[in-house]
Each structure stands twice: as structure tokens, then as C-alpha cells.
């Protein structure tokens, strides 16, 4: 099973931008489509959104579109979150997951294995 850690999360100032990183352990990260989550204070996990096996597909959570760009690179094993014009309301704690199923990585039950997170204060 893969094992995933994220980085890259810390305070920022609103409206500039953050790149988050998920590194995977094991040979198989590149079967995986990964998706990313935020747990905002006092709220369930939601989904962000999520990349193919390939990097070739994406797609977000429609409250997520145009600020939010996910990518891969199997040779490194990672996938990146990219966010731009960040808001105060983005902050929380951003996991990412692994899915066997492209078709279900909008679903945090779905997911086969998660990150611990890494948080993300976003300051007005």
C-alpha cells in the first residue's frame, strides 16, 4: 500500500499563492489517481479535487474551480497542489489520498490510504 506525506503548507498572506506537495512511498503511485481534501476548522473533510493515474485528467469541486490546479509527476512520486489568490477561507488542513478508482476520488470513504496533512493559514 502506498504511504503518503504532505508538505509545503505554512501562513500566508491572502490573495498570494501556496504550493502543496504529496510524496508517495512504494512502486505503485502511478496506478493511484490522487485527490486532495481540506478539513476546515470545525468542519468535515472536503474534496478539493483530483488527478488521474497519468496526470492527463483533472477535476475540482465546483467551489474550487480557476484557484485550484492539482499535477503529478510519477517519476518523483508527488503530486502538487497549486493555489492562487488565496482567501482566509482556505485554510485548514489539506490532506491528499490515494484511489484506485479515478471515478471515486471525489469520496474520502473511497480512499486507500491518506497523508497526515499539512496546514494551511491563510491571513486577510
Known amino acids: 500500500q502506498v504511504q503518503l506525506q504532505e508538505s509545503g503548507g505554512g501562513l500566508v498572506q491572502a490573495g498570494g499563492s501556496l504550493r502543496l506537495s504529496c510524496a508517495a512511498s512504494?512502486?505503485?503511485?502511478?496506478?493511484?489517481?490522487m485527490a486532495w481534501f481540506r478539513q476546515a476548522p470545525g468542519k468535515e473533510r472536503a474534496f478539493v479535487g483530483a488527478?488521474?493515474?497519468?496526470?492527463?485528467?483533472?477535476f475540482y469541486a465546483d467551489s474550487e474551480k480557476g484557484r485550484f490546479t492539482i499535477s503529478r509527476d510519477n517519476g518523483r512520486n508527488t503530486v502538487y497542489l497549486q493555489i492562487d489568490r488565496l482567501k482566509p477561507e482556505d485554510t485548514g488542513v489539506y490532506y491528499c489520498?490515494?484511489?484506485?478508482?479515478?471515478?471515486?476520488?471525489?469520496?474520502?470513504?473511497?480512499?486507500?490510504?491518506w497523508g497526515q496533512g499539512t496546514l494551511v493559514t491563510v491571513s486577510s
Open positions: 489520498a490515494a484511489h484506485r478508482l479515478y471515478g471515486s476520488s471525489r469520496s474520502a470513504a473511497a480512499a486507500d490510504a
Open positions: 512504494g512502486r505503485t503511485f502511478s496506478s493511484y489517481a
Open positions: 488527478i488521474n493515474w497519468s496526470g492527463g485528467s483533472a
